[in-house]
């Protein structure tokens, strides 16, 4: 295997070979830096994951409740009220017939013995039923629509069938859970460049320190010679350094904290009668968030070192 190495890197030309060197050895010298530093490197890594754990909490909250609507039963179905007058023969053609069409996924009819048997369940009063000789109740069906957006067009649609008495549906609760995701929607968008800029700020502040205390040396190898992008190397490479240990941090942080409010949840979901589960972080979003957090750590230490390479006129 090492053979095998060694032909390819000798196939490749010089120049590669000698840039490759540099960049890897720019990499692992800035990562034993902030070895030598634990306790600054470890404070400045727990601001970085504090600053983007609050973003990243939020969007999993707004994911985890734009998903809650799929783990409710029947919260996005419309009750279909028949006539008194229409038998058991019609409401099941009916029934039959709206299932057939597209917007709907399902239909479920609830016979007025059904109904009276739930009803009578639910407030405690099976011997008072019991004695009812006449049901008053008429046929329900409770349709489930294909999606939530569909809901009035489609309750003026079955409004118009012939047997219908009334359609109820509360799209109240609809609007108001809309209206709450796009607001924290909107709050995790600003919060996360918020926070994105403190991310920058923050390794570009800790880059600025090391810059200061190695100051002296970047002068000497300026003035033997050394490149702009040579000096601003290894403080670059401490910089993708710093972000990718935040967004980890962070990442685990998030994860713990969805741990601890497992339990909570599936207590609140079983008042509902509900199975209630947090969704975890995925996969998708954890690489943009450590790749993310990397980028930023490079973007605040480029900003850092060139500041200071025009002060020294290099």
């Known amino acids: 295997m090492t053979t095998r190495l060694r032909t390819a890197d000798s196939r490749l030309p010089g120049g590669i070979r000698a840039w490759g060197r540099r960049h890897a050895f720019s990499l ?6 902030l070895v030598r530093q634990p306790i600054a490197s470890a404070m400045t890594v727990m601001v970085l994951a504090v600053a983007l754990c609050l973003p990243t909490g939020l969007w999993v909250a707004l994911d985890n409740a734009s998903h809650l609507g ?17 038998d058991d023969q019609q409401a099941m053609r009916l029934s039959s017939r709206l299932s057939a069409w597209d917007e ?36 329900v069906l409770e349709v489930t629509p294909m999606t939530a957006s569909v809901l009035p067009e489609l309750a003026r649609r079955l409004q118009r069938e012939e047997g219908v008495e009334s359609v109820i549906v509360d799209l109240q609760w609809l609007e108001r859970l809309a209206a709450m995701i796009e607001v924290i929607r909107q709050l995790t968008i600003l919060l996360a460049l918020l ?120």
Request: no cysteine; hydrophobic share 50%; glycine share 12%.
């Open 28 to 33: 692992l010298s800035s990562l034993g830096t």
């Open 70 to 86: 799929q783990d409710w039963e029947h919260l996005d179905t419309l009750s279909v009220f028949l006539d008194g007058g229409v």
């Open 104 to 139: 709907i996924t399902a239909v479920d009819p609830i016979s007025p013995s059904e109904g009276l048997s739930e009803l009578a369940g639910q407030m405690g009063l099976g011997e008072a039923v019991a004695a009812i000789e006449d049901n008053p109740l008429p046929w």
């Open 195 to 314: 926070f994105a800029a403190a991310v920058a700020f923050v390794v570009g502040n800790t880059i600025r320190m090391d810059i200061h205390n190695r100051r002296e040396e970047i002068e000497v190898m300026a003035l033997v010679g050394a490149t702009r992008g040579f000096i601003r190397r290894p403080f670059l490479y401490s910089g993708l350094w710093y972000g990718l240990a935040g967004g980890l941090l962070a990442w685990v942080l998030v994860r713990l904290a969805l741990v601890v409010l497992a339990g909570p949840v599936e207590v609140l979901g079983g008042t509902y009668d509900a199975e209630l589960g947090l969704r975890p972080l995925s996969p998708r979003l954890s690489l943009a968030l450590v790749l993310g957090s990397g980028a930023l750590g490079v973007i605040g230490s480029w900003l850092a070192v060139d500041r200071h390479l025009r002060r020294i006129q290099l």
